[in-house]
């Protein structure tokens, strides 16, 4: 067990609506990140939060935003869903101030219909 | 463009000889890699990684191996045990202090370990 909560495991949905993703990171970390994870596709950075503060972003889309809350909890909000974004959407946690690996969930599968 | 690759989509090794998982990558900025594991329905699971200034680092049976000059790095479990089998990620990042950059994963190899 990671300590990285993510909830729910399954989402289905329709094209054009929106979803809320929501992640607790481990006890003590302060950096939350997003991963999405398509079918024969790496881990693909979508973005980071650290205690609150947008730190980095990746390949996220327009369409999809994230934040994380004073309880350092993250959501990441996916709208106008597309077919295309159906995947795996990962959450992880770390550290900050000294390298270290990042933890995550177990992630949140996502499908579009 | 593919700034981590793993060449093999995956690798079948007899129980108790060594495995060995491979990754390339071109972005000569990553100062830092990881290897992490995946069973199916779960998250990635953190193995090994090692900093630019090494070239060798051991933990166990899992020894991760970088050469900069051929910007490669290899994974070698030995002896390979049943519980290894599993999809192995390779994972680089740049800069310093809780990955502000975000890994780059390449897109693993699925590791089967046969009886």
């Known amino acids: 067990d990671s300590g990285v909560t993510q909830t729910p495991k399954h989402l289905i949905t329709a094209t054009g609506q929106r979803v809320t993703l929501r992640c607790s990171p481990r006890?003590?970390?302060?950096?939350v990140y997003w991963y999405q994870q398509s079918l024969d596709q790496g881990l693909q950075f979508l973005i980071q939060?650290?205690?609150?503060?947008?730190?980095a972003k990746g390949n996220i889309l327009e369409r999809f935003s994230a934040q994380q809350f004073p309880d350092l909890h993250s959501e990441l909000n996916l709208s106008s869903l597309e077919l295309g974004d159906s995947a795996l959407y990962f959450c992880?946690?770390?550290?900050?101030?000294?390298?270290?690996?990042?933890?995550f969930g177990n992630g949140t599968r996502l499908t579009v219909t | 463009d593919q700034q981590v690759k793993q060449n093999s989509p995956s690798l079948s090794v007899q129980e108790g000889r060594i495995s060995i998982l491979n990754c390339d990558y071109t972005?000569?900025?990553?100062?830092?890699f990881l290897w992490y594991k995946k069973y199916p329905a779960e998250g990635p699971t953190f193995l090994i990684s090692?900093?630019?200034?090494?070239d060798k680092n051991e933990d166990g049976r899992f020894t991760v191996f970088l050469n900069k000059s051929a910007k490669h790095l290899s994974l070698h479990i030995v002896p390979s045990q049943p519980g290894d089998s599993a999809v192995y990620f390779c994972?680089?990042?740049?800069?310093?202090?809780?990955?502000?950059?975000?890994?780059?994963f390449g897109k693993g190899t699925h590791l089967i370990i046969q009886p």
């Open positions: 006890s003590g970390d302060l950096s």
């Open positions: 939060y650290y205690n609150g503060e947008e730190r």
């Open positions: 090692i900093s630019s200034i090494k």
């Open positions: 972005n000569s900025m990553f100062d830092y």
């Open positions: 994972a680089a990042t740049s800069g310093t202090g809780g990955g502000a950059d975000g890994l780059t």
């Open positions: 992880a946690s770390s550290v900050e101030g000294e390298w270290s690996p990042l933890h």
